[in-house]
């Protein structure tokens, strides 16, 4: 008799482990492969955007061929919009230009791109630590004895 029922046990337990999955279970691995397969890829580890508390205003008066200086004045927002605010010293103390828009980081994680500027208005920084650096239009920093004036510092 105990033959029997340890024999039924064994053949039971074969029987379910060799079983296809439910409908629900197939399901489930169907759809955990389909969100696999659409969800966009961010940055993996660290970088500025996912390590720095990045948000807020940087400001620095950046050097002017034509001017005393351009003030200008960087707001990034954690919901991806921004306010550019310029101020040209020297010229017309009332040309002040405010941009706001959007900005999209690029695939490192590291520069944000502000969508939407108009003219000959800065468009992409380098996010550092408590900073960000003002980009040539191709995306590199500037170099030079005035580099230093090209970091816009967090207020």
């Given at each position: ?39 966009p890829t961010l940055p ?80 992409k920084y380098k996010v ?28």
């Open positions: 008799m105990k033959k029997s029922i340890f024999l039924l046990f064994a053949f039971a337990a074969i029987q379910l482990s060799c079983s296809r999955p439910s409908e629900s279970q197939s399901e489930a691995i169907e759809s955990t492969s389909e969100t696999t397969e659409t969800s993996t580890g660290d970088n500025s955007q996912t390590s720095l508390d990045w948000a807020g205003t940087y400001f620095n008066v950046l050097p002017c061929a034509s001017c005393e200086g351009i003030e200008t004045w960087v707001t990034l927002n954690q919901d991806g919009t921004f306010q550019l605010k310029t101020n040209y010293l020297g010229l017309n103390d009332a040309r002040e230009e405010i941009f706001t828009g959007t900005f999209k980081w690029d695939d490192t994680g590291s520069m944000v791109q502000l969508e939407g500027l108009i003219g000959d208005a800065p468009g550092g630590e408590n900073q960000i650096w003002h980009l040539d239009r191709d995306g590199n920093r500037i170099e030079g004895n005035l580099a230093d004036r090209y970091i816009l510092k967090k207020q």
